[in-house]
């Protein structure tokens, strides 16, 4: 059984999660305040959720947020530059899902919606980065997968890698999770997904995938790879509004799939159920 405390909480001076650089490090909302609205949450790693016994969860009073990003990437990055265009865009999203759900208004069953991928892409990508604690005295850790993430946020002039695909669907749930790294064996002969990061919060799931095997097949719409270069070029993506996923999907692997992943780079926030006084 698993009683361990989920440690969330972090060194005050480190190496960012994003540029390696040491310095003081600043708090990461996950997702950032703008989308979510940072209350007070139990925390778990995905062995906890998944396993049966979800007694132990850790609150934490103001939403998710770690110290692992220096206040250059925090602030003049994601805050200035990036952020604003994942929050506009759960807003949007988040605006009809609401229409849908609380006043039974059918929407059209798929709508397309102007963005700027290479600024979207990299928020999502830079707070899946921010979604873990850094190792205490050392940079993090080089690896391709995580080498690409951070050198396309870093380098504004890169292009969206082609090895990476970034997958979205409507996520009508409020518990958030990210997921730094996440593997997915298929005993179907489908192939083998050695890496991927997934960011989920309402009303929102973004899935990075790593290197997809043709033969491994993910039947989501993603965000166009080719048709933009510059930061503030926009394209449309088209939002599914009737065909969502199962809300535990992709990290709880269905029939044939299994998982892999690092249980401490694994986050699932849930907003703490009043109970009531006494
Ligand atoms: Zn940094």
Redesign the pocket.
Known sequence: MNTHKIKFKGDKKGY??????Y?QLTRDHIPPQGCVKPTLVELRTLTQHISVSSKNSTDSQSGLNILS??????NN?LGAQYDPELIELSKNVAGMVRIQQELGLSLPEKINLSVKPQKLIRSVIGHILAGKLPITGKPPISAPFPDTLRNYF?DQSSNIPDNLDIYYWIYPSNKQIVINSLAIGSSLGEGFVSGSCLLKFFPLAFWVVWNQPTSFPINLPKIPQNQVKYLDETCEIMIDLRQIPRLDYPEVPGEGRYIMYCDHSTFLAQPKKTKGFG
């Open positions: 960012c999660n994003i540029c390696g650089k310095s990003i220096c206040g250059d990437c925090n990055l870093l």
